[in-house]
């Protein structure tokens, strides 16, 4: 097996795989569910033009492209999700009626399209539902049939303490 030092190695068409994971408009539009919950959409926003253009210079350069996206429909709801959801006191009804999961990215819904970027013709589109450890199976399968060895997901950020993602401490 050859060993990849580079960041170029690791990334040139063949070897790579771009992954873009719930990039939609219930988590990244002022007016999809979390931006009505008051969360701070702002970083979200200026990421996605940079996204959009990675992806054509990926697409260009023959990389593929994956999109992994939510359905949190009530036939995927989970007990354990629906507690922790109750818990951080998201709305749990629509029209009055109660809800298994808080009423965002359902099926068919603008909230769950994709936010200003788009699946190309012969990209993967893969939905997380009920079981959303099935994504690493799908990965892995997509990148085995082109051959990548290399997972690329451009909206992952360092993790950082939530208190500092929230707003409410700085960096030292």
């Not at 992954?19 to 219930?26: G, H």
């Not at 749990?92 to 009423?103: I, N, S, T, V």
């Not at 068919?108 to 936010?115: I, K, Q």
Request: net charge positive; hydrophobic share 35%; with cysteine.
């Amino acid at each position: 097996m050859e060993l990849l030092r580079t960041l170029e190695q690791k990334v040139a068409p063949g070897r790579a795989v771009i992954v873009t994971v719930d990039v939609q408009n219930d988590f990244c539009h002022s007016d999809g569910f979390l931006g009505r919950l008051g969360a701070p959409m702002g970083l979200i926003q200026e990421m996605v033009p940079r996204l959009a253009r990675f992806l054509e210079a990926a697409r260009e350069r023959g990389v593929p492209v994956m999109h992994v996206i939510s359905h949190h429909d009530e036939e995927y709801a989970s007990p354990v999700v629906t507690e922790q959801k109750l818990r951080h006191g998201l709305p749990m009804e629509q029209d009055g009626r109660p809800l298994r999961d808080a009423p965002y990215c359902l099926k068919g819904t603008w909230g769950a399209e994709l936010y200003g970027i788009r699946a190309l013709p012969g990209e993967e589109i893969v939905v997380i539902g009920k079981e959303p450890w099935r994504f690493k199976k799908r990965a892995q399968s997509f990148s085995r049939r082109l051959d990548a060895k290399y997972i690329v997901d451009p909206t992952e950020r360092p993790r950082i303490p939530n208190r500092l993602a929230r707003g409410r401490g700085r960096a030292t």
